[in-house]
């Protein structure tokens, strides 16, 4: 079975760096075809993708964050990471992390497994 | 990048009805679509991968079509457990989600 949670300082000022962690099981960050994605959600909104890290230690960044992303993975401790930094009110949302596997069933994408979220506030 | 647009953004229907939720892409996409069901208060969950594979263990009433830029999810026989807001999500040229159609009950 796989599981995934997030986990996150709850509330932040402006300015400050957000930490993320994802914890997961069921399945390995090293196993070939696997990767972890973080997407976040503004309350009553819809999802933006932000990041994603791959068992190879690929990276890929949603171009308009990518200069405040920086994702990266404990493969031994089966956690991934994200730290967005400087951020404001914007930032605000419930931050999901999913497990995808490339080359799914016809060679498909998915992100099959996702965590409950954690929420996060910025706020002065 | 490609913008995924999603219509209706609400949709009213009825127990039983056929239901069809389009996303359209800003350029060909060449199936590389997958549809999430998102419940209120509920992390999304997969429900069709590549533009028309059911997910395991998700309904058969739920089917997905298209190609090129234009798909659709179908629900051939709307259930109350189906209320909920559908996202279209393309992985072809970078990663995009649709901005959401919240399905509700008439």
């Known amino acids: 079975q796989v599981t995934l949670k997030e986990s996150g300082p709850g509330i932040l000022q402006p300015s400050q760096t957000l930490s993320l962690t994802c914890t997961f099981s069921?399945?390995?960050?090293?196993?070939?075809?696997?990767?972890v994605g973080w997407i976040r959600q503004p309350s009553g909104k819809g999802l933006e993708w932000l990041a994603n890290i791959w068992w190879d230690d690929d990276k890929y960044y949603n171009p308009s964050l990518k200069n405040r992303l920086t994702i990266s993975k404990d493969t031994s401790n089966n956690q991934a990471f994200l730290k967005i930094t400087n951020v404001d009110t914007a930032d605000t949302a419930t931050y999901y992390c999913?497990?995808?596997?490339?080359?799914?069933?016809?060679?498909?994408?998915?992100?099959?497994?996702w965590g409950q979220g954690a929420s996060v506030t910025v706020s002065s | 990048d490609i913008q995924m647009t999603q219509s209706p953004s609400v949709l009213s229907a009825s127990v039983g009805d056929r239901v069809t939720l389009s996303c359209k892409a800003s350029?060909?996409?060449?199936?590389?679509l997958d549809w999430y069901q998102q419940k209120l208060g509920e992390a999304p969950k997969l429900l069709i991968y590549?533009?028309?594979n059911l997910q395991t263990g998700i309904p058969s009433r739920f089917s997905g079509s298209g190609s090129g830029t234009d798909y659709t999810l179908t629900i051939s026989s709307l259930q109350p457990e189906d209320v909920a807001t559908y996202f279209c999500?393309?992985?072809?040229?970078?990663?995009?989600f649709g901005g959401g159609t919240k399905l509700e009950l008439k």
């Open positions: 590549f533009t028309n």
């Open positions: 999913a497990r995808i596997v490339d080359g799914y069933n016809y060679g498909a994408l998915v992100m099959d497994a």
């Open positions: 069921g399945f390995s960050l090293s196993t070939y075809g696997m990767g």
């Open positions: 350029q060909n996409i060449n199936k590389n």
């Open positions: 999500f393309q992985y072809n040229s970078g990663w995009t």
